[in-house]
Each structure stands twice: as C-alpha cells, then as structure tokens.
Nanobody, 127 residues
Framework: QVQLVESGGGFVQPGESVRLSCAASGFTFTNFAMNWVRQAPGKGREWISS????????LYADSVKGRFTISRDNNNNILYLHMNGLNSDDTATYYC????????????????????WGPGTQVTVSA
C-alpha cells in the first residue's frame, strides 16, 4: 500500500525557517520523482517544487524559488522541503505528492500526473 506521511509543520514567525519531511512507503521510492504541493486557505492547490529520482534536478515555482529547497534521502525513503524566509503568503497545508508514472520528471505538470497524496501538514506563518 502506497503511503506518504508529512511532518514538520507548525506555527512560525515571519522570516523563520521550517523543514518538512515526507516518509514514503509501499513503492520503490527511487523509481519516482516527487513533488510538494500546497493549498492556502480559500485558494486552489499550487505546485511548488519537484525533484528527480536521483535528487540532482530540483524544480521550483517562482513563488518559492530562492527560498525553498527540496531534497530527498533515497536510503531512507524521505522527501524534504526546507523553507526559509517564510512570510504570511506561505501559510498553507503542504502535501507530499507522488507521480503516477515512474521515471518521469516533468517541467510542466498537472494534477492528473499525480496519483498519491499525503494527508498534509499545516504551516502557519504569523507574528
């Protein structure tokens, strides 16, 4: 059974940093590029980052580029998102998301390319 479980969210002040983790199980982690998607209150879901199978080619949305860093630990099947310089616009539920197909890492993607989402972890940025 494919499972993704995020952790690391919470309340932070503007300018602070947070690291999110996603523990993956039930599939061959190294065969899949992985994604982070977020959803702010009252807004639609926003793809923010993905990383290829080897962890050498990260991609970022413009909204987080230069502030967030995606990485992965293929030995322990964990996906990370390091978030720096947080502001109120980063308040959202953050989801770890698996691609439907192995071996792909799209420059452009849509939700139809995803097949498994974690339950999400909430990050609230507030003074």
């Amino acid at each position: 059974q494919v499972q993704l479980v995020e952790s690391g969210g919470g309340f932070v002040q503007p300018g602070e940093s947070v690291r999110l983790s996603c523990a993956a199980s039930g599939f061959t982690f190294t065969n899949f590029a992985m994604n982070w998607v977020r959803q702010a209150p009252g807004k639609g879901r926003e793809w923010i980052s993905s990383i290829d199978r080897a962890g050498t080619r990260p991609l970022y949305a413009d909204s987080v580029k230069g502030r967030f860093t995606i990485s992965r630990d293929n030995n322990n099947n964990i996906l990370y998102l390091h978030m720096n310089g947080l502001n109120s616009d980063d308040t959202a539920t953050y989801y770890c998301v698996k691609y439907r197909l192995p071996y792909v890492h799209y420059d452009r993607r849509s939700e139809k390319d995803f097949d498994t989402w974690g339950p999400g972890t909430q990050v609230t940025v507030s003074a």
